[in-house]
């Protein structure tokens, strides 16, 4: 037994005595005991910066409250550059009634900085000011503008007064809006007014803008590239459509097109419909859309960019029918077919979501990372990915996952955490580099505690931090993960090698799920920011403790540092909230590394959606260049009622005014929700709804070409993934959305321009599917990474998509093997996946598969959510949250399924792989049981990483009882390298070497092969000849059971 053990440990890729390295993602303790955070051991730490009903934020009126919850996306904005010194945004996906942060979403910005090596909050948390823009709702994803700005992302857009309304609970102010547009003015109803992307100027913790012509739908994801020029859009929805919105002026998205993406019959490509700018077709983008045949989507999350392509999270749907999409004109995405489960309606089961990734070279989407258990490691499961973000480590991009979990069945949590009852989310991290990723090939960051999701997730520049929100996890965890709160995750800089990525050291995966696991260290967390513990203070003056449902993490760089920044925080939340404002939320707070350790300097604010129309269900979101973050209003309400929720959720059904294109109107307040909003994290204060991204379930966004390109997911099933082109670099207020259509082929794809009428983008994801657009299974998070964009694509359990097909929508070809009927468009997908999309080709295919490792059967990676990417070094790692679905079907361990834990880790992923596998993961975190690990962000240098404990056990033991954040730190410490030496002995020998071909052995054994870089590349069991001609020719090592190792030449 032992021998066989030995074996394992080998083959998965940890036993580093043959280099004398370190490994940048450790193993982490896999126990999903679902009452913490868990990482690698040392030097990998997290620090809670950001807590829900602790931290006390302040208001711009000069109140002050403590934090609310739901923490999701989670933004970073350098100060003067830095990745040790920036501001941190965390939305707060609400749509609750608080009457001290502003009625519904929400977002909080603070300071926070690097001193004396530890992350520290610098000055206040501030909430941000959304009543500038009409209030905000359900800040769930975001994006990260490059001139500093965020976008918040309003994920559910109200329905309709009622739904925004609530009986009072949610937003309360139903009063019109008043909305410029195209040079006209007009009012539109409250609860149109949300659900639009929102541009915040995070420094001054204010809301600029609601992003009209991004569209209104349920935003999750942004990524703004292209310098500032184009927005990647993402619909969380089901179905979804992927939209992109191209600026007029870079940074700019007042004014440009937006487009819905449509996939080529071929799913080799895709083209860019142009959507109708007219107010009233934006509101309704989606459907508009779909209309127009925009390829249908499952929940499109979190958008990233990494080697040039676009990665968006596709987080599934456990269960769906896309009939009326179908018919409607949607056409599911390729991909999708494999989790249909009928031919003779658009059914689908996607259990699990996926990472889908876009190239913007040949408009082709494909699911890169398929969700589900791994084959090596049924612990290592990848489920219903929300956040994505692309980490660069060591030089490398990574995508980093945040798991959103629709459930625990199929396998999407560990047989242990099923067995216990946890809901456990993780992060986990893949190298984009890999072209053909499995399950298998994740890198496991954080497992979150039990009922949290890891939202948000934010690097800092350096991709040495990670910021990451903890959201809703239970309330029975310990303290401080019984809340949501913001962490940051450090430790990433000291792992540093000098020819290997692997610089993650193994974990103990005992999966108790009571507390963060991590790797041993110089690994270490703190808790910044929990949920009831934190005081957050509002802009009116008041305070209140945090809330929950920690979710998107921002870290926003204060001069540039990544030891000090603004950390953001989403809450993704939909209760009615006096203190903070209804819908969801976002808190700020600045932290700081002092004397080594990351500290809160300063209150937490609440951010300010008020000026939005309000926020609700603050999920995904994404850093802007210019130091605004992007919250993703996730699930845009469907009505007055389902905003209003009798008066459970968003309180103020009045109608909002919309300034889009000149002209002003309203638009009831559950339109209102749902989109993309930008937070300005410095002032906590929403600065806009980015209605031209569109109006869906966002999630996920990611800002590449200098701010002219976001990325942006729709965490739908069906999902699009949408692009927004900015007019001007960072100005997401004008542009065009486009939403994706894979070619049939599966190797390009196009970008359909959506029609940029408001109406349309209120509904984009259907008028995306109506015109083609590529249908995905829950996109959540997208991050970039060596130029490709990667996606995390939940999944789901169960889910048809007959209508979204019959109304035109086309399943994403990777999903084709998800699908379980040959008569309709119904799929089983439990674990998801990370898609990568290459912006060269327009390909979209599923990088990384969800799913069981190979060889150890705690290693699953399931519905994957978070995801960013971080760089080490040079070198690009994924981190991934969890979000698990469910714990059937091997999405969590053996040992959690036992003790009914759901355990959601966090892995990562060397971006450099081509075609990895869940065995390639390496386990950053394992969450408490419960939990969800949201929102994960590192630094810029790669050093720290931010990430949230969210929902939590509230039986687990404190602080991971209730919604953290943390910072995990340690990186920076392991960057030792002993070259590799040639040991062995005379019973062991090799021949022909050099060999061209066939390789012979003095034994039968057991080997496995490494290249120069310490990658393992082939193994084999009990043989005495292997055939290495597939090789390329170079030096490589092989190395037996018995540890004797012997240098090989292949000519």
């Given at each position: 037994?032992?021998?066989?053990?030995?074996?394992?440990?080998?083959?998965?890729?940890?036993?580093?005595?043959?280099?004398?390295?370190?490994?940048?993602?450790?193993?982490?303790?896999?126990?999903?005991?679902?009452?913490?955070?868990?990482?690698?051991?040392?030097?990998?730490?997290?620090?809670?910066?950001?807590?829900?009903?602790?931290?006390?934020?302040?208001?711009?009126?000069?109140?002050?409250?403590?934090?609310?919850?739901?923490?999701?996306?989670?933004?970073?904005?350098?100060?003067?550059?830095?990745?040790?010194?920036?501001?941190v945004i965390v939305n707060h996906e609400l749509s609750d009634s608080n009457s001290t942060f502003g009625d519904g979403g929400g977002m909080t910005v603070f300071e926070a900085k690097v001193v004396n090596g530890e992350w520290q909050v610098v000055g206040d948390y501030r909430n941000v000011d959304f009543s500038g823009v009409g209030g905000t709702f359900v800040n769930c994803g975001g994006a990260q503008m490059p001139n500093g700005h965020v976008l918040t992302a309003e994920e559910?857009?109200?329905?309709?007064?009622?739904?925004?309304?609530?009986?009072?609970?949610?937003?309360?102010?139903?009063?019109?809006?008043?909305?410029?547009?195209?040079?006209?003015?007009?009012?539109?109803?409250?609860?149109?007014?949300?659900?639009?992307?929102?541009?915040?100027?995070?420094?001054?913790?204010?809301?600029?803008?609601?992003?009209?012509?991004?569209?209104?739908?349920?935003?999750?994801?942004?990524?703004?590239?292209?310098?500032?020029?184009?927005?990647?859009?993402?619909?969380?929805?089901?179905?979804?459509?992927?939209?992109?919105?191209?600026?007029?002026?870079?940074?700019?998205?007042?004014?440009?097109?937006?487009?819905?993406?449509?996939?080529?019959?071929?799913?080799?490509?895709?083209?860019?419909?142009?959507?109708?700018?007219?107010?009233?077709?934006?509101?309704?983008?989606?459907?508009?859309?779909?209309?127009?045949?925009?390829?249908?989507?499952?929940?499109?999350?979190?958008?990233?960019?990494?080697?040039?392509?676009?990665?968006?999270?596709?987080?599934?749907?456990?269960?769906?029918?896309?009939?009326?999409?179908?018919?409607?004109?949607?056409?599911?995405?390729?991909?999708?077919?494999?989790?249909?489960?009928?031919?003779?309606?658009?059914?689908?089961?996607?259990?699990?979501?996926?990472?889908?990734?876009?190239?913007?070279?040949?408009?082709?989407?494909?699911?890169?990372?398929?969700?589900?258990?791994?084959?090596?490691?049924?612990?290592?499961?990848?489920?219903?990915?929300?956040?994505?973000?692309?980490?660069?480590?060591?030089?490398?991009?990574?995508?980093?996952?945040?798991?959103?979990?629709?459930?625990?069945?199929?396998?999407?949590?560990?047989?242990?955490?099923?067995?216990?009852?946890?809901?456990?989310?993780?992060?986990?991290?893949?190298?984009?580099?890999?072209?053909?990723?499995?399950?298998?090939?994740?890198?496991?960051?954080?497992?979150?505690?039990?009922?949290?999701?890891?939202?948000?997730?934010?690097?800092?520049?350096?991709?040495?931090?990670?910021?990451?929100?903890?959201?809703?996890?239970?309330?029975?965890?310990?303290?401080?993960?019984?809340?949501?709160?913001?962490?940051?995750?450090?430790?990433?800089?000291?792992?540093?090698?000098?020819?290997?990525?692997?610089?993650?050291?193994?974990?103990?995966?005992?999966?108790?799920?009571?507390?963060?696991?991590?790797?041993?260290?110089?690994?270490?967390?703190?808790?910044?920011?929990?949920?009831?513990?934190?005081?957050?203070?509002?802009?009116?003056?008041?305070?209140?403790?945090?809330?929950?449902?920690?979710?998107?993490?921002?870290?926003?760089?204060?001069?540039?540092?990544?030891?000090?920044?603004?950390?953001?925080?989403?809450?993704?939340?939909?209760?009615?909230?006096?203190?903070?404002?209804?819908?969801?939320?976002?808190?700020?707070?600045?932290?700081?590394?002092?004397?080594?350790?990351?500290?809160?300097?300063?209150?937490?604010?609440?951010?300010?959606?008020?000026?939005?129309?309000?926020?609700?269900?603050?999920?995904?979101?994404?850093?802007?260049?210019?130091?605004?973050?992007?919250?993703?209003?996730?699930?845009?309400?469907?009505?007055?009622?389902?905003?209003?929720?009798?008066?459970?959720?968003?309180?103020?059904?009045?109608?909002?005014?919309?300034?889009?294109?000149?002209?002003?109107?309203?638009?009831?307040?559950?339109?209102?929700?749902?989109?993309?909003?930008?937070?300005?994290?410095?002032?906590?204060?929403?600065?806009?709804?980015?209605?031209?991204?569109?109006?869906?379930?966002?999630?996920?966004?990611?800002?590449?070409?200098?701010?002219?390109?976001?990325?942006?997911?729709?965490?739908?099933?069906?999902?699009?993934?949408?692009?927004?082109?900015?007019?001007?670099?960072?100005?997401?207020?004008?542009?065009?959305?486009?939403?994706?259509?894979?070619?049939?082929?599966?190797?390009?794809?196009?970008?359909?321009?959506?029609?940029?009428?408001?109406?349309?983008?209120?509904?984009?994801?259907?008028?995306?599917?109506?015109?083609?657009?590529?249908?995905?299974?829950?996109?959540?998070?997208?991050?970039?990474?060596?130029?490709?964009?990667?996606?995390?694509?939940?999944?789901?359990?169960?889910?048809?998509?007959?209508?979204?097909?019959?109304?035109?929508?086309?399943?994403?070809?990777?999903?084709?093997?998800?699908?379980?009927?040959?008569?309709?468009?119904?799929?089983?997908?439990?674990?998801?996946?990370?898609?990568?999309?290459?912006?060269?080709?327009?390909?979209?295919?599923?990088?990384?598969?969800?799913?069981?490792?190979?060889?150890?059967?705690?290693?699953?990676?399931?519905?994957?959510?978070?995801?960013?990417?971080?760089?080490?070094?040079?070198?690009?790692?994924?981190?991934?949250?969890?979000?698990?679905?469910?714990?059937?079907?091997?999405?969590?361990?053996?040992?959690?399924?036992?003790?009914?834990?759901?355990?959601?880790?966090?892995?990562?992923?060397?971006?450099?792989?081509?075609?990895?596998?869940?065995?390639?993961?390496?386990?950053?975190?394992?969450?408490?049981?419960?939990?969800?690990?949201?929102?994960?962000?590192?630094?810029?240098?790669?050093?720290?990483?931010?990430?949230?404990?969210?929902?939590?056990?509230?039986?687990?033991?404190?602080?991971?009882?209730?919604?953290?954040?943390?910072?995990?730190?340690?990186?920076?410490?392991?960057?030792?390298?002993?070259?590799?030496?040639?040991?062995?002995?005379?019973?062991?020998?090799?021949?022909?070497?050099?060999?061209?071909?066939?390789?012979?052995?003095?034994?039968?054994?057991?080997?496995?092969?490494?290249?120069?870089?310490?990658?393992?590349?082939?193994?084999?069991?009990?043989?005495?000849?292997?055939?290495?001609?597939?090789?390329?020719?170079?030096?490589?090592?092989?190395?037996?059971?018995?540890?004797?190792?012997?240098?090989?030449?292949?000519?």
């Amino acid at each position: 037994m032992f021998r066989y053990l030995f074996f394992l440990l080998l083959l998965a890729g940890t036993y580093t005595n043959v280099w004398g390295q370190k490994v940048l993602f450790p193993e982490i303790d896999t126990n999903y005991a679902g009452k913490t955070v868990s990482l690698p051991g040392s030097p990998f730490k997290y620090s809670v910066l950001f807590r829900q009903d602790e931290s006390i934020v302040k208001t711009s009126g000069g109140g002050q409250g403590l934090a609310r919850g739901n923490h999701d996306f989670t933004g970073y904005i350098p100060i003067d550059g830095s990745s040790q010194h920036g501001y941190v945004i965390v939305n707060h996906e609400l749509s609750d009634s608080n009457s001290t942060f502003g009625d519904g979403g929400g977002m909080t910005v603070f300071e926070a900085k690097v001193v004396n090596g530890e992350w520290q909050v610098v000055g206040d948390y501030r909430n941000v000011d959304f009543s500038g823009v009409g209030g905000t709702f359900v800040n769930c994803g975001g994006a990260q503008m490059p001139n500093g700005h965020v976008l918040t992302a309003e994920e559910y857009p109200p329905a309709s007064t009622e739904d925004l309304y609530k009986g009072g609970a949610s937003y309360r102010d139903t009063s019109d809006v008043m909305v410029s547009y195209d040079g006209a003015e007009f009012p539109i109803k409250r609860y149109e007014n949300m659900g639009w992307l929102v541009e915040v100027d995070p420094v001054n913790a204010q809301a600029v803008r609601k992003l009209w012509k991004m569209g209104r739908y349920s935003h999750e994801g942004a990524y703004v590239t292209n310098g500032g020029k184009t927005v990647y859009l993402s619909d969380d929805n089901s179905p979804g459509v992927f939209f992109k919105f191209e600026a007029d002026v870079a940074n700019d998205f007042t004014e440009g097109q937006l487009y819905a993406y449509k996939q080529s019959v071929d799913g080799k490509g895709g083209e860019w419909l142009a959507m109708p700018m007219a107010f009233d077709s934006l509101k309704v983008i989606r459907e508009v859309a779909i209309g127009r045949g925009a390829t249908l989507f499952v929940r499109l999350e979190w958008v990233t960019e990494a080697n040039g392509k676009i990665y968006i999270t596709e987080t599934g749907r456990d269960a769906f029918n896309w009939d009326g999409a179908v018919a409607q004109g949607g056409v599911p995405a390729q991909h999708l077919d494999r989790v249909r489960i009928s031919k003779e309606s658009y059914s689908y089961e996607d259990y699990y979501g996926r990472i889908l990734e876009f190239d913007p070279a040949t408009n082709r989407i494909r699911s890169y990372l398929e969700g589900g258990y791994g084959i090596a490691d049924r612990s290592r499961n990848l489920s219903n990915p929300d956040g994505l973000v692309t980490m660069e480590v060591n030089g490398e991009e990574w995508l980093i996952i945040n798991e959103d979990l629709n459930g625990r069945s199929a396998g999407r949590v560990s047989p242990e955490a099923e067995a216990a009852g946890r809901t456990i989310c993780e992060i986990y991290a893949i190298n984009p580099k890999i072209e053909y990723p499995t399950v298998d090939n994740l890198k496991r960051l954080l497992i979150g505690p039990n009922g949290a999701e890891t939202t948000g997730g934010r690097p800092t520049p350096d991709g040495k931090s990670y910021f990451v929100n903890i959201q809703h996890p239970s309330g029975s965890n310990p303290e401080p993960f019984n809340k949501s709160a913001t962490i940051v995750v450090t430790g990433f800089a000291d792992y540093i090698a000098e020819e290997t990525f692997n610089i993650f050291p193994p974990i103990d995966t005992t999966f108790t799920g009571k507390t963060v696991v991590i790797p041993a260290k110089p690994y270490e967390y703190k808790v910044l920011f929990r949920q009831d513990e934190s005081i957050v203070k509002t802009s009116g003056g008041g305070q209140g403790l945090a809330r929950g449902n920690h979710d998107f993490t921002g870290y926003i760089p204060i001069d540039g540092s990544s030891q000090h920044g603004y950390v953001i925080v989403n809450h993704e939340l939909s209760d009615s909230n006096s203190t903070f404002g209804d819908g969801g939320g976002m808190t700020v707070f600045e932290a700081k590394v002092v004397n080594g350790e990351w500290q809160v300097v300063g209150d937490y604010r609440n951010v300010d959606f008020s000026g939005v129309g309000g926020t609700f269900v603050n999920c995904g979101g994404a850093q802007m260049p210019n130091g605004h973050v992007l919250t993703a209003e996730e699930y845009p309400p469907a009505s007055t009622e389902d905003l209003y929720k009798g008066g459970a959720s968003y309180r103020d059904t009045s109608d909002v005014m919309v300034s889009y294109d000149g002209a002003e109107f309203p638009i009831k307040r559950y339109e209102n929700m749902g989109w993309l909003v930008e937070v300005d994290p410095v002032n906590a204060q929403a600065v806009r709804k980015l209605w031209k991204m569109g109006r869906y379930s966002h999630e996920g966004a990611y800002v590449t070409n200098g701010g002219k390109t976001v990325y942006l997911s729709d965490d739908n099933s069906p999902g699009v993934f949408f692009k927004f082109e900015a007019d001007v670099a960072n100005d997401f207020t004008e542009g065009q959305l486009y939403a994706y259509k894979q070619s049939v082929d599966g190797k390009g794809g196009e970008w359909l321009a959506m029609p940029m009428a408001f109406d349309s983008l209120k509904v984009i994801r259907e008028v995306a599917i109506g015109r083609g657009a590529t249908l995905f299974v829950r996109l959540e998070w997208v991050t970039e990474a060596n130029g490709k964009i990667y996606i995390t694509e939940t999944g789901r359990d169960a889910f048809n998509w007959d209508g979204a097909v019959a109304q035109g929508g086309v399943p994403a070809l990777h999903l084709s093997g998800r699908r379980i009927s040959g008569t309709s468009y119904s799929y089983e997908d439990y674990y998801g996946r990370i898609l990568e999309f290459d912006p060269a080709t327009n390909g979209v295919r599923a990088y990384l598969e969800g799913g069981n490792s190979t060889w150890d059967p705690g290693t699953n990676l399931s519905n994957p959510d978070g995801l960013v990417t971080v760089s080490i070094e040079g070198n690009d790692w994924l981190i991934i949250n969890e979000d698990l679905n469910g714990r059937s079907a091997g999405r969590v361990s053996a040992e959690a399924e036992a003790a009914g834990r759901t355990i959601c880790e966090i892995y990562v992923l060397d971006a450099s792989l081509k075609n990895p596998t869940v065995d390639d993961l390496k386990r950053l975190l394992i969450g408490p049981n419960g939990a969800e690990t949201t929102g994960g962000r590192p630094t810029p240098d790669g050093k720290s990483y931010f990430v949230n404990i969210q929902h939590p056990s509230g039986s687990n033991p404190e602080p991971f009882n209730k919604s953290a954040t943390i910072v995990l730190t340690g990186f920076a410490d392991l960057s030792s390298v002993v070259s590799p030496g040639v040991v062995g002995n005379a019973s062991f020998r090799i021949y022909p070497n050099p060999t061209i071909g066939t390789l012979n052995f003095s034994k039968k054994v057991d080997v496995a092969i490494y290249n120069a870089k310490g990658e393992q590349i082939r193994t084999a069991h009990g043989v005495e000849v292997l055939d290495v001609s597939d090789l390329t020719p170079g030096a490589y090592y092989v190395q037996t059971i018995d540890g004797d190792v012997v240098k090989l030449i292949v000519e």
